[in-house]
């Protein structure tokens, strides 16, 4: 199978690209993509890593594979109340969209999209759109702002804050202790 010698002669990167892409669009099933990686070795397994039946694009793959290299929890395709389908959750708060022309290049989809971005900002998420030129073409200056926002801690919700005079702060997200009294 053609797809076998890809997988040889590809980088792990791309590799796990190609294999999530053939699942998104249904050209291979997760069996299929299990028998062929049970046909290389244990070292390139582990080379390709973990893959995904739920990535949208070999673009959200890319983002997510770099993320997880870096020992940072992603989720795909979270669900999230008032917001909706989100193709990145990176840690409890960074949401990360991985746009396309061919699917954002309408003023009603632009709308949706800035929609979707101001309720997920009120609810206490930070989002971050990039392009496929973002992540495709200027990939080295994606990755330091990638690293920049991990190092930053952005993708953590602060649980509390404190201020000068001791008094806790509820922080994004965070439930106000009851205490009794309604």
Do not use: N
Not at 110 to 128: I, K, N, T
């Amino acid at each position: 199978m053609a797809v076998h010698h890809a997988m040889l002669c590809l980088d792990p990167e791309a590799t796990t690209v190609m294999l999530e892409s053939g699942v998104e669009r249904r050209l291979l099933r997760p069996h299929q993509v299990r028998d062929l990686l049970a046909a290389v070795s244990i070292k390139r397994r582990r080379d390709i890593g973990r893959i995904s039946t739920l990535a949208g694009s070999g673009t959200e793959t890319r983002v997510r594979r770099y993320l997880e290299r870096r020992g940072v929890r992603v989720r795909e395709q979270v669900q999230i109340e008032g917001v909706g389908r989100v193709d990145l959750l990176v840690g409890e708060r960074l949401i990360i969209e991985c746009d396309s022309v061919a699917h954002h290049d309408s003023p009603a989809a632009y709308y949706v999209d800035r929609r979707r971005d101001a309720d997920a900002v009120e609810r206490g998420f930070v989002v971050l759109r990039l392009t496929w030129e973002m992540v495709w073409l200027d990939w080295e200056a994606t990755q330091r702002q990638l690293l920049t926002l991990i190092h930053g801690e952005v993708h953590r919700v602060r649980r509390s804050l404190r201020q000068g005079d001791g008094r806790r702060v509820i922080g994004p997200r965070e439930r106000i202790p009851r205490t009794g009294l309604s």
